[in-house]
């Protein structure tokens, strides 16, 4: 069973920073697409950033310059590095697996690969805030 | 990239049916979609995809009250005999191009 555990969330000030830590279990995170979404108090889930494959990263805009993700091998941990902090980033932060999958010509008009959440951990909140 | 459009709310009645819808923009009608359900306080839940032509695929666990289908750009997700552990947020969710876009979510209040 695949289990993903969050934690390094708490109260900072605006332009402080923090790492956030997702520690996996029943699946190895430097192989696969391993992602950052988060939720804001009273709102929607928001795509934060991935990890895919050797050092591939991908970043919302909003995030972009700001965040850094990681992958920690030996530990089997993925990171998120947030500096520049800002009080909109205010959030529950989950970390999620993707997995691939693959829509044939008799599912879809052409065939395609793409990549949906599956696996979802429990979340570390954050706080920006004087 | 594309946007995923869903009902900020719906209600049903406990033991009845529901079908929630989101709708993919303009030129993305060919896309997969997953769908998320997330219990007030609770993290999200990876329910099913479903692919334009209406076949979907439960995840590990979930019961076969939820069902998925499509037509055109909508994507449904059904809830049939509907329990009160049913009432909880619900979000699609679609990927493109190495980036990952959500529905606003439909909350969901079973009567």
């Known amino acids: 069973e695949v289990q993903l555990v969050e934690s390094g969330g708490g109260l900072v000030q605006p332009g402080g920073s923090l790492r956030l830590s997702c520690a996996a279990s029943?699946?190895?995170?430097?192989?696969?697409?391993m992602s950052w979404v988060r939720q804001a108090p009273g709102k929607g889930l928001e795509w934060v950033s991935s990890?895919?494959?050797?050092?591939?990263?991908y970043y919302a805009d909003s995030v972009r310059g700001r965040f850094t993700i990681s992958r920690d091998s030996s530990k089997n941990t993925l990171f998120l590095q947030m500096n520049s902090l800002r009080p909109e980033d205010t959030a529950v932060y989950f970390c999620?697996?993707?997995?691939?999958?693959?829509?044939?010509?008799?599912?879809?008009?052409?065939?395609?690969?793409?990549?949906?959440?599956?696996?979802w951990g429990k979340g570390t909140t954050v706080t920006v805030s004087s | 990239q594309p946007v995923l459009t869903q009902s900020s709310s719906a209600a049903a009645s406990l033991g009845s049916s529901v079908k929630l819808t989101c709708t993919l923009s303009?030129?993305?009608?060919?896309?997969?979609i997953a769908w998320h359900q997330q219990q007030p306080g609770r993290a999200p839940r990876y329910l099913m995809q479903?692919?334009?032509?209406?076949?979907?695929n439960r995840g590990s666990g979930v019961p076969d009250r939820f069902s998925g289908s499509s037509s055109g750009a909508d994507r449904y997700l059904t809830i049939s005999n509907l329990q009160s552990e049913d009432e909880a947020d619900y979000y699609c969710?679609?990927?493109?191009?190495?980036?990952?876009?959500f529905g606003g979510g439909t909350k969901l209040t079973v009567l």
């Open positions: 999620a697996r993707a997995k691939w999958g693959y829509c044939s010509t008799s599912s879809c008009l052409t065939s395609y690969s793409y990549y949906y959440m599956d696996v």
């Open positions: 990890a895919y494959g050797g050092d591939t990263t």
């Open positions: 969710e679609t990927w493109d191009s190495n980036t990952w876009v």
């Open positions: 303009s030129g993305h009608s060919n896309y997969v």
């Open positions: 479903v692919e334009p032509t209406g076949s979907y």
């Open positions: 029943g699946v190895i995170v430097s192989s696969n697409y």
